[in-house]
């Protein structure tokens, strides 16, 4: 039996989610009882959504977990551009 790579995410000095080449889960207590709109939550997510990609290929560069917060402060920023 094959076991999935599962790659940890930290945010804020904790572990919040683990991530597969083709699912998330955000293992958070916390982060799971917020609503999908909540900033933290979709941090997160696309800190996730950076580390598929580079499971799957398609990060440029070294991937980290610090590597992850830049892409997803971006993509927050973007989503914030594109909503107002």
Do not use: K
């Not at 609503?35 to 939550?41: G, H, Q, S």
């Amino acid at each position: 039996m094959n076991l999935p790579t599962l790659e940890p995410i930290e945010y804020q000095g904790e572990l919040v989610a683990l991530v597969s080449p083709t699912r998330i889960h955000i293992i958070s207590p916390q982060l799971r009882e917020r609503p999908a709109d909540d900033y933290d939550l979709q941090f997160v997510t696309f800190m996730c959504l950076c580390c598929s990609e580079a499971l799957n290929g398609r990060f440029p560069g070294e991937y980290s977990n610090a590597s992850a917060e830049i892409w997803a402060e971006r993509a927050m920023r973007a989503m914030r551009a594109a909503t107002s």
